[in-house]
């Protein structure tokens, strides 16, 4: 038996799921109750055909999974956004800003793609380029007057971190991407966990 969640699926009048895709089948929506009391509506299939949906495992805590669905969407979709820019930005020419600047130096925006999955921050965060060409990701909270940002060095391992809050001293950082005090400033900045 396998169980799928029911988010605004289409029912018929007698409260059976319609079938998507060409697919004729029908399956009664359950309620299902887990032990810690959140409940929700799942569909039971007795007959699961691979290709028309994906399985989850039986029980499902319904409210759990979703809320920490929506935050691995929105995650990935923030990701995917930043991702597309970077490369955006990669194909930039020399003084794409008329005023001199760089043109985007590739080992620097291939180390920041490569870091952008490890972000794991309630911080708002955008992509950009300095003046010399190196991708730099920023971080700003506004409620809190908090600022950070990693700018990834031409030599795709050396990045340079800053970070200031009010009521504390700003303070700045370089070394290697994946060194214990690079890690430990980003984690102490809440960057990544």
Excluded: W
């Excluded at 004729?24 to 009391?37: A, C, E, I, L, Y």
Aim: include cysteine; aromatic fraction near 6%.
């Amino acid at each position: 038996m396998y169980a799928l969640n029911l988010i605004d699926a289409p029912t018929d009048r007698s409260g059976y799921l319609i079938g998507t895709r060409g697919n004729r089948s029908t399956f009664r929506p359950r309620h299902v109750k887990d032990g810690s009391g959140d409940q929700g509506q799942v569909i039971v299939l007795d007959r699961f055909r691979p290709g028309r949906a994906s399985p989850l495992d039986t029980p499902i805590n319904v409210k759990q999974e979703t809320h920490k669905s929506a935050e691995v969407d929105r995650a990935r979709a923030q990701t995917a956004r930043l991702t597309a820019r970077l490369r955006m930005l990669k194909r930039l020419p020399y003084n794409h800003d008329g005023e001199g600047a760089a043109a985007p130096i590739p080992r620097s925006v291939d180390a920041a793609l490569a870091f952008l999955p490890n972000i794991k921050t309630a911080m708002a965060y955008g992509v950009t380029l300095d003046d010399d060409g190196n991708a730099v990701v920023e971080f700003e909270d506004r409620a809190t007057g908090s600022f950070a940002d990693i700018t990834f060095c031409a030599d795709a391992h050396s990045v340079e971190c800053y970070r200031r809050s009010v009521g504390r001293p700003s303070t700045a950082m370089c070394g290697v991407i994946n060194s214990k005090e690079v890690l430990d400033f980003l984690r102490e900045a809440g960057i990544i966990a």
